[in-house]
């Protein structure tokens, strides 16, 4: 038994449910506690990128997250040498205990935010668009570059694993041919540089998928891409957790325009603790909100059925979440403006490595 296990068996026994109180029927989560449940939980089965936290996070925090996870995510745009390094070691460090699933890198951009003007169409080809391209190129290059330094530095072979991307700039017109070949040839500039500099990474974009709409049909394909970009995986914003079928039907029906492409993964991208929160009016009556401290028990079932096999073997009862490879949190962890996001967390990891138990976290059977 390593050192992490041992101290983690005797922590188990001697204090199951320490530091956390309650604020009328809510259980908050002291820091201590926050710490010590994230020390007591076993590695999600599968590698789990997300928004990038934020720099100034306890080392042991991420250390937790990125053990927990499989990842150390960080912002391609903004990222310093300092913190690549940080990054980097870290990874090391968990490799050195012989996981199951090292340890590595995501890097998430936004493209088309940088430097293309916000007032241009995505049929533009003057110097805005060259320079949003070559700014991508550079960072990403000087990205690899750190990493490699740290890697000689830690005698490690730490590896960027996946570029997440949100583009959400542009979108498709109905009626428009030269418009959406543009936007098209736009995003595939950007995963061309991306698969250039990370040939072993996955190139995993958000919003590429289906989602309920106020459509005739009730549900629609996201307008941000055309549907004849390269496409390595579909994704769909899984962004209201507690409304269990609404979820598993967003997923299924990604996986279905996925067959109509011939494209096998679907990525869930995942709101703990926050979402889209309905209004009264109709369905497009909806806001997203940071702070959504539903039920708890649906992030659990949701880490359940996202990782474990025999849900996404029963596809019409669940969802055939056995496409799932890799998943992506949005929100980022431990944000300020999601405060139960790590309570949520908890919950989602336990139902994933099926720890039967929320009493903790104030679910009551």
Known sequence: ??????????????????????????VVLSEADIDLKLFILEPLP??????????????QRLYELARITHSVCIAGQYVTIEHVD?????????????????????????????????????TYRGPS???????????????????????????SDVKVTALTLDAE?????????????????????????????????????????????????????????????????????????????????????????????????????IALASGYRRGINDLSDQEFDFSWDYDIVYSYLLGREINIKWYGDRPERFAPYNRTKVVVFYPPPFDKRTPDWTKHFIAYVRGATRVQDLKDLGYEQ
């Open 129 to 155: 668009y060259y320079e949003e391209i070559v700014f991508f190129d550079t960072r990403c290059k000087l990205i690899k570059e750190w990493i490699n330094q740290s890697n000689q530095k830690y005698n």
């Open 46 to 59: 599968k590698i789990h990128y997300y928004w990038p936290v934020s720099v100034d996070i306890s080392e």
């Open 169 to 269: 700039r542009f979108h498709e017109k109905s009626n428009d041919e030269q418009w959406n070949k543009a936007i098209c040839e736009a995003l595939n500039e950007i995963h061309h540089k991306a698969k250039q500099i990370f040939p072993d990474a996955r190139i995993e974009w958000y919003g590429r998928g289906v989602g309920q709409s106020a459509g005739k049909k009730g549900w629609s394909k996201s307008s941000i891409w055309t549907g004849k970009e390269i496409l390595e995986s579909l994704s769909c914003s899984l962004y209201s957790v507690p409304e269990i079928e609404r979820i598993r039907e967003t997923y299924r029906r990604t996986a279905k325009l996925a067959d109509t492409l011939g494209v096998e993964d679907v990525t869930p991208w």
């Open 86 to 122: 940080k990054c980097v070691y870290i990874c090391a460090r968990i490799n050195k205990t012989s996981p199951s699933v090292k340890c590595s890198i995501g890097v998430n951009f936004s493209p088309w935010a940088m430097k293309f003007s916000k007032d241009l169409p995505p």
């Open 1 to 26: 038994m390593n050192r992490h296990n041992l101290l983690k068996s005797m922590i188990l026994f001697l204090l199951p449910a320490a530091f956390c109180y309650g604020n009328g029927d809510k």
